[in-house]
């Protein structure tokens, strides 16, 4: 397989990049912490959907990601395809200490699976900062990748701890994905 190295891409190349998962896993959270560097100190439920774009340097070119912020509330499935559409790849989010967020996270990845069945995906565990409350194991979120041939990292939008690791690898994935369609 290529590496990033050797890609040849476009001038400018635009991704659409959703985030979805349960309410309140850190959705907003993580794009707040990865595009201005802030934590919001309270809790506002996203309504219908958030945008955030952020350019990535990729060997010299820049690649712009538009970010979606999907609400967790309205569920995935309810959704025009709008979000996902086209999307260039997915970061399905849950929440390490809450199971349920990520029992019902496939899901999620079910329906994505069905519209974008080549777009990469990693899954994202997020709260990591809260590791004594922590109720899902690394080498769960490991099996629930494999399961989707996809990859896993555990972050914290709090301390910023992996965030930019998550959201570079993303990119990395998709560039390579797009250069195997090609
Ligand atoms: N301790 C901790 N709390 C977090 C972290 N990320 C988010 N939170 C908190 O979790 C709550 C929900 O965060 P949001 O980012 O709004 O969650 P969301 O997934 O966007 O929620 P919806 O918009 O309702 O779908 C907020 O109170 C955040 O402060 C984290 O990494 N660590
Ligand atoms: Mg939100």
């Known amino acids: 397989m290529k590496n990033v190295a050797e890609v040849k891409f476009p001038d400018s190349m635009v991704m659409k990049l959703p985030l979805f998962g349960e309410a309140g896993v850190g959705k907003s959270s993580l794009a707040k912490r990865l595009c201005d560097n802030e934590f919001p100190s309270e809790y506002n439920a996203t309504k219908g959907s958030g945008f955030y774009s952020k350019t990535f340097t990729v060997q010299d070119h820049d690649l712009k990601a538009v970010i979606f912020d999907l609400a967790g509330q309205e569920r995935f499935f309810d959704l025009d395809g709008l979000y996902w559409d086209g999307a260039s790849c997915a970061l399905p989010i849950f929440d390490l200490t809450r199971r349920n967020t990520f029992q019902t996270l496939v899901e999620w990845i079910d329906t994505f699976r ?59 994935m998709s560039i390579l994905s797009k250069l195997r369609a090609s």
């Open 114 to 172: 069905k519209k974008n069945p080549e777009a990469p995906i990693l899954v994202v565990g997020n709260k990591k900062d809260l590791e004594e409350f922590r109720a899902v194991s690394q080498e769960e979120g490991e099996r629930l990748a494999d399961k989707y041939d996809a990859r896993y990292m555990e972050v914290s939008a709090k301390t910023g701890s992996g965030v930019e690791k998550v959201f570079k690898k993303i990119v990395e």
